[in-house]
């Protein structure tokens, strides 16, 4: 016998409760001899016999209405031999785990076929009255139900209708979602059916303080008896670097292989445009992970469509291959925001004289409102000099522009509210804080500085260190911990520090071009220095931000409304949509929901110009065959209050011999009724037997 609410059984201590009053309401006597009343003795003792016996009945059915009451509340079940044909209702969610992995051949059939079976084999076990959810993470052709199904035949047809997806899938959620949907049911056999091939990324979520709930058991079922070896495309590179028409891009590709892949030689391509611009060969063996480094000089400005292949490999051939997108500048652009009309002048011209030939940088200025929508879609780097304060929409704006790896460089100076920057963009970019302005009557310089580092290479000749600039004001920082100084002032003060919070840069130079508070527009630092800057800074715009995996959305920005204002969105699955362009802070937005499928999600006119490109590929995390043992599950789930059980063949019998049978708790009912009748005839007869005494 099993209780489904056991903590009503602490009911059970009411039984002492009739008998602590019994004792406290004995009656004490005197006891006074009579010797004429001797002959009376006899017939008291019978009498008294008969009063205690009667006493003892009231009092044990009193006790035992009080535990049949606490026992019908614990909601007493039979189980096993018990129960005999006997069974209660059950309430049963089958997870059934539609990622790409469960599409892979396994025994000569598709996991997720041979994972349909078992749901179906789950779904024998129930019977008319039970109720069912279906999850299938992961998976097509599931509409989205938060209902219990009673009827079951509907449920072997939508599960007929699933098919694996391109996704990866978090199965820990899934086991907590389906734990929560199980908290409201009222049937005496809750259970959760995970049917997965237990790829052991899929429980990367899994934590030690994951439990059941209540009553509530796990059904583990394992699908598939073999693991075929594989080899696949891990990842993609080309971070730091500027992206330059006619300037050598070296893109680092990783190859690996799981523990039972057989060791052979393998042929990687890179193809750049529907071309393929560059193959090597490697020699790959089992559980590795080689990185092999391509080049490839882009001749074109604008966007270009990439992947890299293997070839000659084990495996399923969808991870074979692992696309992206990079976009290729004449010029780097770089956002310009700064209120002093002579400073930013300073700025604009260093970076892109007015009347020269195109050069490096391609620079727009802006205001303050611009930070907000700040994208790395139109800039590599801001610069933002002598800003007063930042709003709340810049802050966001520019953290969102630092996480899509673009790079900001600040300048305070005169009109900076140093109080202001220090509860808003430095604890958020530079963790740090302003002490006060220095103020020098004798001008400082620049002092000791990171010879190794990026920024000062233009500089690396130079006996003497940096060129000499007169510094009169600074702001003394404090750097904290996620910055570091890589220059300091004569005086020992910082001059420029730098943090990498974020996948973008952020630098501060402590002074500004300012005249009242420097000479370094007028010296020759401050052209190498603010193009080494701009440069170092756009080197982590170049980051695979476009590369997205099966199931992801994204979002793109456009400068401009494009003519008309249609949009297409084509998948490389030939499917086609129309997107509507949604207005925002200094351009426009268009989102890809999901990228269902691998290859290209291209941005189209109505006149065919593309206007921006999304590459997806299959989650690495699905390409690895590693697998999580289920006795593994069953210790982490393990708990007093739920089961955890592994289900292999014979899965109907495993189930039905777990279940518990029919509730009992009426019957306990009944026999409180009963007692409680009892106790009343009996309580009635001895009040009648009093009045007989009495009279």
Not at 166 to 172: E, G, I, K, Q, S
Request: aromatic share 6%; with cysteine.
């Amino acid at each position: 016998m099993t209780f489904l609410n056991p903590w009503f059984l602490a009911g059970l201590l009411g039984m002492g409760i009739p008998l602590v009053i019994h004792l406290l309401s004995r009656r004490t006597t005197t006891r006074v001899e009579f010797s004429t009343l001797e002959f009376l003795r006899n017939l008291e003792r019978k009498s008294m016999r008969r009063v205690k016996v009667r006493q003892w009945l009231l009092l044990a059915l009193r006790m035992l209405l009080i535990a049949a009451v606490a026992i019908a509340m614990a909601r007493p079940t039979l189980t096993g031999v018990a129960a005999g044909d006997a069974r209660g209702a059950t309430s049963s969610v089958i997870v059934l785990d539609g990622s790409w992995s469960m599409g892979i051949l396994d025994g000569g059939a598709p996991r997720f076929d041979q994972a349909r079976d078992r749901a179906r084999e789950i779904l024998g076990t129930l019977e008319d009255g039970d109720e069912v959810f279906l999850l299938a993470p992961g998976a097509d052709g599931l509409a989205a139900s938060n209902e219990p199904s009673r009827d079951l035949a509907q449920v072997r047809e939508r599960l007929g209708a699933l098919e694996p997806g391109r996704r990866a899938v978090d199965l820990a959620a899934a086991i907590e979602e389906a734990a929560v949907t199980l908290q409201s049911a009222r049937h005496p056999n809750r259970e959760v059916h995970l049917v997965s091939d237990f790829q052991r990324s899929a429980f990367d979520r899994l934590g030690d303080d994951t439990v059941l709930p209540s009553g509530v058991r796990l059904f583990l079922h394992p699908i598939g008896d073999a693991t075929p070896p594989n080899a696949w495309v891990q990842s993609v590179d080309f971070s730091g670097q500027i992206l330059e028409t006619g300037s050598p891009v070296e893109f680092h590709a990783v190859i690996a292989s799981d523990p039972g892949f057989e060791p052979a030689e393998i042929e990687a391509e890179l193809e750049i445009d529907g071309e393929i611009v560059d193959r090597r060969r490697i020699d790959l063996g089992p559980a590795s992970r080689v990185t092999i480094p391509f080049r490839e000089t882009l001749r074109s400005d604008g966007l270009h469509l990439g992947a890299v292949t293997i070839r000659g490999a084990d495996g399923p051939e969808e991870d074979d291959r692992r696309y992206f997108t990079l976009r290729a500048e004449k010029q780097t652009p770089v956002l310009v925001v700064c209120p002093d009309e002579r400073v930013r002048r300073y700025l604009s011209s260093a970076l892109a004289p007015e009347g020269a030939a195109a050069g490096t940088f391609a620079v727009r200025t802006g205001g303050a409102e611009d930070l907000a929508s700040a994208s790395r879609e139109r800039e590599a780097a801001i610069v933002v000099a002598d800003l007063e304060r930042f709003s709340d929409a810049a802050l966001a704006g520019l953290k969102s522009f630092l996480s899509e790896g673009g790079g900001l460089l600040l300048f305070p100076g005169p009109h900076v509210d140093a109080a202001g920057w220090g509860r808003t963009i430095l604890p958020k970019l530079l963790p740090g804080a302003f002490a006060d302005v220095i103020t020098a009557t004798e001008p400082f310089d620049f002092g000791r500085h990171d010879e190794g580092h990026p920024l000062f290479a233009a500089f690396a000749g130079e006996e003497g260190g940096l060129p000499e600039v007169r510094f009169t004001r600074a702001l003394r920082f404090r750097p904290q911990a996620g910055t570091a100084t890589l220059a300091s002032f004569t005086n020992d003060a910082p001059a420029i520090v730098e943090s990498s919070l974020l996948p973008g840069r952020a630098l501060m130079f402590l002074s500004s071009p300012d005249p009242a508070w420097s000479d370094l527009p007028l010296t020759g630092a401050f052209l190498p220095l603010l193009h080494e800057s701009v440069r170092y800074l756009s080197e982590t715009g170049a980051r695979v931000a476009r590369q997205l995996e099966t199931g992801e959305g994204a979002t793109v920005w456009l400068a401009t409304l494009p003519e008309g204002g249609s949009v297409t969105l084509l998948g490389p699955d030939e499917s086609e949509r129309s997107v509507a362009p949604e207005a925002g802070s200094g351009g426009y937005s268009l989102a890809l929901p999901e990228a269902r499928v691998p290859g290209f999600w291209v941005f189209r006119t109505a006149e065919g110009d593309t206007l921006a490109a999304l590459a997806a590929s299959i989650p690495a995390a699905e390409s690895d065959p590693e697998r999580v043992v289920p006795a593994e599950l069953e210790e982490r789930l393990a708990s007093d209050r739920g089961a955890v059980l592994a289900a292999g063949p014979g899965v109907a019998s495993r189930v039905k011999e777990a279940r518990v049978g029919r509730e009992i708790g009426r019957a306990f009912l009944w026999l409180a009724g009963l007692l409680l009748l009892a106790e009343m005839l009996v309580a009635a007869r001895m009040r009648g037997a009093a009045q007989e005494s009495a009279a």
